[in-house]
Structure formats: C-alpha cells, structure tokens
C-alpha cells in the first residue's frame, strides 16, 4: 500500500486522473457521413492536448477542383452571439485517403472554443473557406449555458449525458 500515494500524486501532477473530456464531431451538408471525437486532456500548465480524429470523411479533391488539404481552425466563443468568430489555422489534418480518415494533434489553452474542418487548396490557408466540412462548438460542462441550444451533440463522457426528456416514451 505505500505506493498509492506516491502513485496518486504523480496521476495529480501529470493531470491524469482528471481523465480527458470527448466531444462528438458531425460533418456539415458537404460531408454528411463525417463523423469522429475531439478529445481534451490537461498537458503542461494550463495546456490542454487537443486530439481530433474523424472517420468517413471523403478527399478533400472532392469538393473542388485544386483542393487538396483539409485544415483544422480553432477560434474562442465570441462574446456576442452575433459577432462571427475569429479563427485561428492550427493546421492541415493527416487525412488518409485510404482509410478516409483525418487525425490532428496540437495543444491550446482555449476551454471553450469553435473547432472547424475546412477543404482548402493549400495546407497554409491564411483564412477558412466556406468549404467547412465538420464543426463543433465545445464547451466544458460547467461552462455550458444559455447559448446551448441542443443542436451539437452532447459531450461524450464514460458516464454519458442523461437522457433528454422521457427514457423509453415513458411519463
């Protein structure tokens, strides 16, 4: 038994325990069968390590000619509903044509965020097209809040979400 504090602590020092928060990510119209998770886990300091991997997304070629390269953009929640974000290239998805899949690893300080997948010509697109093919608002769930109007999908968690309404069509 002497170790489980030592084994505890260094679990609390690295963030470990804390476990890593999932959020499901759908595709837009352009790529309806998209579908995948971001994952968020404390890093160093106040870092976390953002992990997206999406799954049956079709090549980027796909939605125009001279298209090549899906980027990953991350902005904050802009205060104002109506003021569009600002967003920010993290960079291009590893996309594997083969397996129609994209995975991209980077680390922000950002807790609550928009992450949006673009089709772009090139991997250093100064700005997002309107080719958006995936997007997801994330939100911690003590921070979520009047602007959660259900429409993305809830956080994934072991646990899972309660239900919505009435279990089974029961009252």
Same mark, same amino acid.
């Given at each position: 038994?002497?170790? @489980? /504090?030592?084994? +505890?602590? @260094? !679990? +609390?020092?690295?963030?470990? !325990?804390?476990?890593?928060?999932?959020?499901?990510?759908? #595709?837009? =119209?352009?790529?309806? @069968?998209?579908?995948?998770?971001?994952?968020?886990?404390?890093?160093?300091?106040?870092?976390? @390590?953002?992990?997206?991997? %999406? *799954?049956?997304?079709?090549?980027?070629? *796909?939605?125009?000619? #001279?298209?090549?390269?899906?980027?990953?953009?991350?902005?904050?929640? $802009?205060?104002?509903?109506?003021?569009?974000?600002?967003?920010?290239?993290?960079?291009?998805?590893?996309?594997?044509?083969?397996?129609? &899949?994209?995975?991209?690893? *980077?680390?922000?300080?950002?807790?609550?965020?928009?992450?949006?997948?673009?089709?772009?010509? &090139?991997?250093?697109? =100064?700005? /997002?097209?309107?080719? %958006? %093919?995936?997007?997801?608002?994330?939100? /911690? =769930?003590?921070?979520? #809040?009047?602007?959660?109007?259900? &429409?993305?999908? /809830?956080?994934? &968690? $072991?646990?899972?979400?309660?239900?919505?309404?009435?279990?089974?069509?029961?009252?």
């Amino acid at each position: 038994m002497p170790r @489980l /504090p030592h084994a +505890l602590a @260094l !679990c +609390l020092a690295l963030g470990a !325990c804390g476990g890593a928060a999932r959020y499901a990510i759908t #595709g837009t =119209a352009r790529a309806e @069968l998209a579908q995948g998770t971001i994952q968020l886990e404390a890093a160093e300091g106040d870092l976390r @390590l953002l992990t997206l991997i %999406v *799954d049956q997304l079709e090549g980027p070629e *796909d939605h125009g000619e #001279g298209l090549g390269h899906y980027v990953v953009w991350l902005a904050p929640l $802009p205060e104002d509903e109506e003021q569009a974000p600002s967003f920010t290239r993290l960079g291009a998805l590893e996309y594997d044509a083969e397996g129609k &899949s994209g995975r991209f690893s *980077d680390t922000t300080r950002l807790r609550t965020f928009v992450l949006r997948i673009t089709a772009e010509a &090139s991997a250093d697109a =100064a700005a /997002p097209s309107d080719l %958006v %093919v995936a997007e997801r608002i994330v939100r /911690p =769930a003590a921070s979520r #809040g009047a602007r959660d109007d259900g &429409s993305r999908p /809830p956080a994934i &968690s $072991p646990v899972g979400a309660p239900p919505r309404g009435p279990v089974g069509g029961l009252r």
